[in-house]
């Protein structure tokens, strides 16, 4: 693909990601009733899928029983007080208080009150390394020092073997679900399997550099010690410019230092992130109520010792 083709479909994206926004907002106010209203051809020219889907919704002979429903997912009293709710709902997006649901506010009704189905998953968490006379391996979660790797929740898992002169890496990921997207689901992703060169084989120790190098905007090494128990990838500039399709890179002011580690901590803080994400989307006098009672009890925890 030539780079006049690829900087139009960054244009073309960057125009179609511009032309999503603009119609979310002149539509985000509209009821379904107003928005089914517009002209068939306006509707499906101009108005973005999940409004139309929220419509439908909207419209449909069970709309009340459905959002009453989501609503009492999110701890809004909905049954008996159904208008009451829609506007505390309302209240809490800061919007006007109409006792009407908006398309805008059914669509993220619908996606406030599947995230809260979302429980955790498994994903592996082992953590091991053992080093024999012809073969090596570590697993564990992967991370970068001083910065953020794209994939926090990761099981990683480096093999080394002497006679061969390689180590195989392998990776998988597990996505965790984005507050934009349609669905509600994690995702695990398996990375390409990567293969390294082993440069040096002692007692306790191995060394290993990619067996393909690539552009050479970076030089990447791996330093295994199976002693102290220090698995380490580090990244430096490499001899060349980094760009890719006409975007060029910085080069790193400082060595990237990865490292293989037992990763139970970090894992356990994405999930607790994803649970206070969903805690944030209740309903606020519900949230005040659990932080009330979370402040009694440890005040009578303080009192008892």
């Known amino acids: 693909m030539n780079k006049r083709l690829i900087s139009l479909i960054f244009l073309l994206s960057s125009f179609i990601a511009h032309s999503d926004d603009s119609a979310l907002s002149k539509y985000k106010d509209y009821t379904p009733k107003e928005l089914a209203a517009l002209s068939k051809e306006e509707r499906q020219s101009s108005v973005p899928m999940s409004y139309s889907s929220a419509a439908r919704r909207g419209l449909s002979d069970g709309a009340t029983l459905l959002f009453e429903m989501q609503m009492n997912s999110l701890m809004y009293p909905a049954i008996g007080n159904y208008e009451g709710a829609v506007r505390q709902f309302q209240r809490d997006l800061k919007e ?174 994405e999930f607790s992130k994803l649970n206070t994400l969903a805690f944030k989307m209740l309903s606020t006098d519900f949230q005040h109520k659990v932080e009330q009672l979370k402040a009694k009890e440890s005040d009578d925890l303080a009192k008892n010792n």
Not at 136 to 152: E, K
Not at 234 to 258: M, Q, S, V, Y
């Open 96 to 269: 006007k208080e109409t006792g009407i649901l908006t398309v805008s506010q059914i669509d993220k009704l619908q996606r406030n009150s599947e995230f809260q189905k979302l429980s955790r998953v498994y994903f592996p968490e082992t953590y091991s390394s053992y080093m024999a006379k012809t073969v090596a391996s570590v697993q564990g979660t992967f991370m970068i020092h001083d910065d953020r790797i794209a994939n926090p929740v990761n099981h990683t898992k480096l093999t080394c073997y002497k006679e061969a002169n390689y180590c195989e890496l392998k990776q998988i990921y597990l996505n965790f679900p984005d507050l934009k997207s349609w669905g509600r689901n994690f995702h695990i992703m398996e990375g390409d399997i990567e293969i390294f060169d082993i440069t040096q084989w002692s007692e306790n120790t191995i060394d290993a550099v990619p067996s393909e190098s690539g552009n050479s905007c970076r030089k990447t090494a791996f330093n295994l010690n199976f002693k102290t128990k220090e698995f380490y990838q580090i990244t430096r500039n490499g001899d060349k410019e980094c760009e890719i399709n006409g975007i060029k890179f910085p080069k790193l002011t400082k060595p990237r230092i990865a490292q293989i580690i037992d990763g139970k901590d970090i894992i356990n803080e």
